[in-house]
């Protein structure tokens, strides 16, 4: 037999118990006792519940069968109770009080807890597969990592407390009239819901402070199934609550759109059954409208919710309004609130894509929206089991291969060409190839001085290894002094004659400048700023980079990154990091999931690392190239910014795979002189973006840091809420003169 008690909580005079047991067969059966101090039986709730995560870690399989129990027998403080399990012939009882519950509440045993539910065989079977890939130094690193974000979900429902309006600030939202006070539509499937589940979603909707809203439910679940008992109830209680009950299951997209044929409201909000909203979600959406009245869709934060009700964790802090993270995986999902004229004109869910309509429906919201609005704030709580680890991808693939459907059909109505959907890191994380139009020639810029064996190891991959032949390289010497350097350069051009260029530098180390100059000498009609210290991974890493170059929306591409040791140096930049802007996911392994798989999705950002960068020749001539008083710093975010300030998307590609052994080429900011140049060029920069670093990156969010790199909480001591990151006073003062 092996157990767990995930929930012990004291509510008035009842404690609640909420866990998991099995035997040694998924048939095998559990039975329950409660004891009082005196070893008498006392009378308790119990209520089964569903663990697939545990049926999953132990049994390789989904059983439908309650592995789960919820327990709850009244309580008298200063007295001990047993819990009694039983199950296949084995037994063991658990003691409970006051002193025994406030230690098992406290964040030490929270942590031991989490360790020990970590040691399970799924775990050593995933690191066993992660070793046997990865090696054992990938391994440890791994291992390091999961240990020090242990505390992570504590660290959140803290920050969660300290962040959620106070009962005061509730109440004087409950007393706020805006000048705009839509009605809101929340539209609700529901199928076979557990009762206590669904009141607790209703509950937490009638609890808003904006009270100008209706509920809208659909009732597909089999004859004798139904609740409408409870929805009937409650309809007698609120005249805001109305239902339809079907009386068949017309799937998720019919049972959602009978509940959309309802809804009389200006805007729609969708909801599951079994999920909750915090009190002020529906406030926070009509203060967003009033704002901005041509919002047609706003989307939330979410975190999840566990099975008990209790407890909040894994929170999703998201981006701005992002296309291509859309196209990676949908992102946008709760709370996700639409203009109901806008759903009129593109149609309800479509059981087509049933497994992913909502990933469709929002797809079509978006197209169409005349401004999509993000709230960086928590405003909805999706129920799922906390201990969850374990995966079932052939229960997954009717779901994804209907959302592979959703991205195609997306690309078709927009006019991008696409050449495939597939599976990136995960189900439910998509790769798509883009169709390359001809054979473009890119023409590869590339600095250099001396380090002829790197730019060797640059160069011969792209000529030898990589798929795409269409290249010239423009080789830029920049004050080399070593003869075998332009031996180098003798043998290489004799090598490949048509296919590279060496052009002379002969002033002062400028990086804008030195690129500036190659450009001039590029034909191609792209061009691949690349590092000489990178080495490609990925043979196809031009490809992968071209083919969204192509596109119109797009102005520039750049690529992940990885030290030589294979982890992360760069999978797209945050304007904020470190006070003016870094890498995300900086030391993170190649193999290791990183904050909800960003540094595996293609996605948007304001701006990439110019060690390998792709735009269109005529973009960086529109924008006049790079800025040359920025010799050295942030010349390639500034170039980004630009190019982004014509309404051109930055593009981060994981599949364009490169090694960059950085900081072989060039030395570190090490000198006075270095220092303070370094410090000109930060002011210069900061005073040409004051927006971005004063109202945060759109393509981050507020609620996490910008003193790391690896997507965590902010440290509200440190930080505040939401407060962009202090310039160092020095560049400050630089900035004014």
């Known amino acids: 037999m092996k157990y767990n008690v995930d929930v012990v909580r004291i509510r008035e005079n009842t404690i609640q118990l909420n866990g998991w047991v099995i035997g040694k067969t998924p048939k095998s059966l559990a039975m329950f006792l409660v004891l009082d101090e005196n070893k008498k039986k006392i009378p308790f709730r119990y209520v089964s519940t569903r663990r697939d995560d545990v049926s999953q870690i132990y049994f390789k399989k989904t059983y439908n069968r309650d592995f789960g129990f919820d327990i709850q027998f009244p309580y008298e403080r200063g007295k001990n109770y047993y819990l009694i399990i039983a199950c296949d012939k084995r037994q063991v009882r658990i003691k409970y009080n006051e002193a025994l519950i406030a230690k098992r509440s406290s964040v030490a045993h929270k942590r031991m807890q989490k360790i020990l539910d970590l040691m399970n065989m799924e775990t050593v079977h995933v690191a066993w597969d992660f070793y046997k890939e990865n090696g054992l130094s990938a391994l440890l690193k791994k291992s390091k990592h999961k240990l020090q974000g242990i505390d992570n979900d504590y660290d959140y429902a803290e920050w969660y407390e300290l962040t959620k309006p106070t009962e005061e600030e509730l109440e004087k939202q409950k007393s706020t009239h805006f000048d705009y006070e839509p009605k809101l539509s929340i539209v609700i499937p529901t199928y076979k819901t557990p009762e206590r589940y669904l009141k607790e979603m209703l509950n937490s909707i009638l609890s808003q402070t904006y009270s100008k809203f209706e509920i809208c439910i659909a009732d597909g679940s089999p004859k004798g199934e139904s609740v409408e008992r409870i929805l009937k109830k409650y309809a007698q209680k609120d005249a805001r609550v109305r239902y339809s009950i079907l009386g068949e299951n017309k799937g998720i997209a019919g049972n959602t759109n009978a509940a ?193 064996k790197d730019l060797d190891t640059c160069l011969r991959p792209l000529l030898e290894k990589a ?107 945050v304007v904020g990091f470190g006070g003016i802007a870094g890498h995300t996911f900086i030391g993170l392994h190649k193999a290791e999931n990183s904050y909800f798989h960003r540094a595996m999705c293609t996605q948007d950002y304001s701006a990439v690392t110019a060690a390998c960068l792709m ?123």
């Open 260 to 452: 959309l044929e309802m809804a009389t409201g200006d805007y729609i909000v969708l909801a599951d059954h079994d999920d909750t909203l915090p009190p002020h979600a529906l406030f926070e959406c009509v203060k967003a409208l009033n704002e901005d009245p041509e919002y047609d869709v706003l989307y939330s934060d979410e975190d999840k919710l566990d099975m008990d009700g209790g407890s909040l964790f894994d929170p999703h802090f998201k981006p701005d309004f992002n296309p291509d993270l859309l196209c990676s995986v949908n992102y946008i999902c709760h709370l996700f609130v639409v203009n109901h004229d806008l759903v009129d004109a593109i149609g309800g869910l479509r059981a087509e894509f049933d497994g992913a309509q909502d990933y469709d429906f929002i797809f079509r919201c978006t197209e169409a929206a005349r401004k999509i609005h993000h709230i960086p704030k928590v405003l909805y709580h999706w129920r799922c089991h906390q201990n969850s680890t374990a995966s079932n991808p052939e229960s997954k693939m009717y779901a994804f291969e209907a959302g592979a459907r959703a991205i195609m059909a997306h690309y078709e109505r927009v006019g991008i060409a696409a050449e495939k959907v597939e599976k990136g890191v995960d189900y439910g994380i998509y790769h798509s190839t883009y169709r390359i139009m001809g054979q473009p020639l890119v023409s590869v810029i590339i600095p250099n001085k001396d380090h002829s």
């Open 615 to 737: 735009t269109k020749k005529s973009i960086f001539e529109q924008v006049g190239g790079f800025s040359e008083e920025l010799a050295v710093a942030f010349n390639d975010i500034d170039l980004c910014m630009k190019i982004g300030a014509l309404g051109k998307r930055i593009v981060y590609n994981p599949y364009a795979l490169l090694y960059h052994y950085e900081s072989k080429s060039r030395g570190l900011e090490d000198t006075p002189e270095k220092v303070a140049r370094f410090n000109r060029e930060v002011a210069i920069f900061a005073k040409r973006w004051p927006e971005i670093l004063k109202n945060g990156d759109p393509c981050y969010n507020p609620n996490l840091t910008l003193r790391k790199s690896n997507f965590a909480l902010r440290d509200l001591k440190k930080e505040g809420i939401g407060e962009p990151y202090r310039l160092d006073p020095e560049i400050q003062k630089l900035m004014k003169e």
């Open 467 to 573: 798929s795409y032949k269409n290249l010239q390289f423009v080789i830029v010497e920049n004050n080399s002094t070593e003869e075998a350097t332009f031996s180098y350069y003798k043998k290489i051009q004799s090598e490949y004659p048509d296919k590279i260029k060496v052009v002379v530098w002969e002033r002062e180390f400028n990086y804008s400048a030195i690129n500036n100059f190659g450009v001039s000498f590029a034909d191609g009609e792209y061009l691949l700023f690349l590092n000489n210290d990178t080495e490609i991974i990925a043979e196809n890493c031009i490809e992968e980079m071209l083919g969204l170059c192509q596109r119109e929306d797009v102005g520039a591409v750049g690529a992940r990154l990885l030290y030589q040791d294979d982890t992360i140096q760069h999978a797209g930049v």
